[in-house]
């Protein structure tokens, strides 16, 4: 936004005792590697972005009286992406944040003058099956089982926002799938399960043997893409898959990792969780945190849908932002900023680990 428009920004931040908010969010944007350092930067930074101590599951957004009147009146609209994003959790831990805040944000939108919403959703709210297509313009009552208890949570937020927009609120939603680092840089979040299953299954020496597609959209994609839409289109009322328009089959991704001389196993997903769990190194495995989620996990729960994305990139016609496809160029940019980082071992390391293993004798390890 800073870098693509002339709008001020009011930033709703978390107080936290003894920490200032908006170096915060500058120490975050420096960790990512978005921060710039020029004049021209600096100067936007201090005139035009302003934080706004105060929680979005709150009343009034825990604002005061007359601020939350003054921001009412002043703000031309609303980007909420805030959200308790965890996959362990059920829906009841998950209701504060991101259906009662959701609800926050509605009464603030209309309150004082009608504020249009773009909402940050997520492609989760359709059921898992490669056998699916789902269409920007299909209803979201489809009536299956979700996957998550952070989809079913992002599913009633999204029906919250569609109910509020039958009563003539301007509404844009955002449906991004597994979003994945910066396209140039390869920069991401470790936390992510993606890359945690990434790192927990080359650790074990074995993948899932699944028919199934990667698609995992770049960052800077996603947020390219709200800004524009947020901006410079008319896009409400509409939702937009920012998933991306080429994804590529895992069998794929897995050929391109043993070109890079990574060896490994392909198993049945089932097999393959329950002897990941059951061994006696599991604790040092990557997967680990995420046990509770991996025990309810399935083949099914692997095999990503078609998420059809026509209509955003009939709004992003002629915008100059386009999609990195899942190819070895994306892919070889991830791989290279984690190896560069010490998060993934390099195919030699992970050979020499098995080597000092066998010569022990010790099988507690699935390196080959």
Known sequence: ILRGTRANLYCLVRPRQGADAKARIKEQMETYAVWRDDDAWRSDWEKRVHIVEGDVILPRLGLSGPLYESLARDVDC??????????????????????????????????????????????????????????????????????????????????????????????????????????????????????????????????????????VTPVDYVAKSVVHMAFHRNAHGKAFHLTNPNRCHLSEALMYLRSLGYEFEELPFEELRDRLIQDEGFSGNALFPYQAALEDMDWRSMQVPHYDCGQTLGELAGSGISCAPVEEKLVGTYLGYLTEIGYLPRPEELRDHATRFILAGNGKYRFR
């Open 78 to 215: 609303v980007i909420h992406s805030a959200a308790h994003v965890n996959f362990i959790y059920p829906y009841e831990a998950l209701r504060a944040t991101n259906v009662l805040g959701v609800h926050e944000i509605i009464r603030f939108a209309f309150h004082g003058r009608i504020k249009p919403v773009h909402y940050m959703s997520t492609a989760a709210i359709w059921p898992m099956g490669s056998e699916y297509t789902f269409h920007e313009k299909d209803p979201i009552d489809h009536g299956k089982l979700l996957n998550l208890g952070y989809d079913e949570a992002k599913w009633v937020g999204e029906r919250c926002l569609i109910n509020a927009s039958d009563r003539g609120l301007p509404v844009t939603r955002y449906r991004p799938g597994e979003v994945g680092g910066d396209s140039e840089s390869g920069r991401l979040v470790l936390s992510h399960f993606i890359v945690a299953a990434f790192k927990g299954f080359l650790q074990y020496g074995a993948f899932p043997s699944v028919d199934t597609y990667l698609d």
